[in-house]
């Protein structure tokens, strides 16, 4: 586990909303490995309630990754994925599936 400064805890935060948002399931979950302690830890009752929030949501994605495969819900259309597929940071795994479930759509509610 690493060790987040608290002035960049809703930096990364908004990066683990991201991460949800375009169905990254693998990168929330590392986030969350990564600095679960520190957001639990904060001071801020609004850092702690919003990092729950997108740990709950993290243990759906995964639930249902840990079924359907890795990247299962990696939503392929997103812009911020296909800009990462387009400088060649990363490949696209999704695109080999037959098929997309949006069953978590709502995650992050």
Do not use: W
């Amino acid at each position: 586990m690493r060790k987040l400064p608290q002035d960049q805890q809703e930096s990364v935060l908004d990066a683990m909303d991201l991460a949800l948002e375009r169905g990254s399931f693998p990168c929330l979950r590392s986030f969350i490995e990564d600095y679960g302690r520190d957001f639990l830890e904060s001071p801020s009752s609004s850092v702690r309630e919003r990092f729950i929030a997108l740990q709950v949501a993290g243990d759906k994605g995964a639930a249902y990754e840990n079924v359907h495969g890795r990247y299962s819900l990696l939503k392929v259309e997103h812009p911020f994925n296909r800009e990462l597929v387009a400088k060649g940071i990363v490949e696209m795994p999704a695109i080999q599936l037959p098929t997309q479930s949006s069953d978590l759509g709502t995650v992050a509610a």
